[in-house]
């Protein structure tokens, strides 16, 4: 028999022990990875040979960046993060949600931010650690790796280690890095970590993510027809005044479609910057885009609902007894849904069904009757 702890909607139960230790582990990887990537970073990158003749690495160094690091993790993980921190708190739960107040609003609040949070340092520490060891692995030279290197001229011969510059006419010659007479360590190693790019790769996941976290929190989505509404032009509800098919979505206000577009306006301005301070290839930047992008989309499914289908909500919390693995007889490491079927059993109909759907999606969304089911 069902014990009174167990008839509660997960959004009821009080938060364990248990589920609490789970987060902060997550929260522990999380900065391990990127730690992991920093650990990366101070490595020695493998050096490939260039040519002495490559126009392709023969462009002045830039001594003043347009975007220096320092920058960048001002506008890509700091603002996100501050964004996130003042949404969370300004605009939860919401004016729909008239019984949350005093704890249980504060306890909403603060897991939206966490949630918000831990998406945004998931798609962060991942595509940093996955640009440095990328870096370091493929040690491709920099744009202005020669004014870099400030090659010794004078002894070209010891330093070849490839190519057929010296036995057919007009073939290139390879030379190792250690013709380089510019010994600062920094300078040199920074000028074979040309793929791919950092500041396009960590622009394009903090800000992609902060676009998304914010198209889901203001409702900016493509209007769509839902499978429910086109079932319903197809077998009319005679309970149910009849809605005409254009007034089932309308577009976002303009403002708002442009507010969440500037931070990926931001994002590719700070790319753009490193083609044009001569750091990185055309196609180390639309990589480091594309990863930042997938990361970004990681981190934000992870923690939060669909935008089309979401109701701008993240997911709930994991169940306590599957706060750290899941087991075979669970698709899902939310809370048990049972719940949900025991209360509307021997009552079914379209409508309940679709009660009971809104209900097993309980954490995240918001009832039938506008109340949200949060469960933090």
């Not at 920099?142 to 002894?155: A, E, F, I, K, T």
């Not at 490491?333 to 719940?339: E, I, M, N, Q, T």
């Amino acid at each position: 028999m069902s014990s009174t702890r167990d008839l509660q909607a997960p959004w009821e139960r009080p938060l364990s022990k248990r589920l609490i230790i789970s987060y902060v582990v997550d929260w522990i990887f999380i900065l391990f990875t990127g730690a992991l990537g920093r650990i990366v970073k101070v490595a020695e990158p493998n050096r490939r040979p260039f040519s002495l003749t490559d126009q392709n690495i023969s462009y002045p160094f830039a001594v003043h960046e347009r975007v220096p690091v320092a920058t960048l993790m001002m506008a890509s993980l700091l603002v996100p993060a501050a964004v996130i921190a003042v949404f969370s708190m300004l605009i939860v739960p919401g004016p729909a949600d008239k019984r949350a107040f005093g704890a249980e609003a504060w306890r909403r609040k603060f897991w939206e931010w966490n949630a918000g949070w831990m998406g945004l340092g998931v798609a962060y520490a991942g595509v940093y650690a996955a640009t440095e060891a990328m870096k370091v692995m493929f040690g491709k030279p920099r744009p202005d790796l020669l004014d870099r290197c400030d090659p010794d001229l004078s002894n070209i011969a010891a330093h070849v280690i490839g190519g057929l510059g010296g036995q057919v006419a007009g073939a290139p010659s390879l030379v190792s890095w250690t013709i380089c007479r510019n010994t600062t360590k920094r300078l040199l190693k920074d000028g074979f970590v040309s793929f791919p790019s950092g500041h396009s790769s960590m622009s394009f996941a903090g800000l992609t993510y902060l676009s998304l976290w914010l198209c889901a929190k203001l409702a900016i989505t493509i209007p769509f027809l839902s499978v429910a509404s086109l079932q319903e032009v197809e077998q009319p509800n005679l309970n149910k005044p009849p809605v005409s098919l254009r007034n089932r979505g309308a577009a976002p206000p303009t403002v708002l479609v442009l507010l969440v577009f500037v931070p990926i306006v931001a994002a590719t301005y700070i790319a753009s910057s490193r083609w044009a301070d001569s750091r990185h290839f055309a196609f180390d930047i639309l990589f480091g885009a594309l990863l930042g992008i997938a990361f970004a989309w990681l981190g934000f499914r992870l923690y939060h609902l669909p935008l089309n289908s979401g109701q701008g909500w993240a997911w709930g919390a994991r169940d306590k007894n599957r706060a750290f693995f899941g087991d075979i007889d669970h698709t899902s490491y939310a809370a048990d849904r049972a719940l949900s079927t025991t209360r509307n059993a021997g009552s079914f109909s379209p409508n309940s069904a679709e009660r009971n759907r809104d209900e097993l999606l309980p954490t995240t969304g918001e009832r039938p009757n506008g109340s949200s089911t949060n469960g933090y």
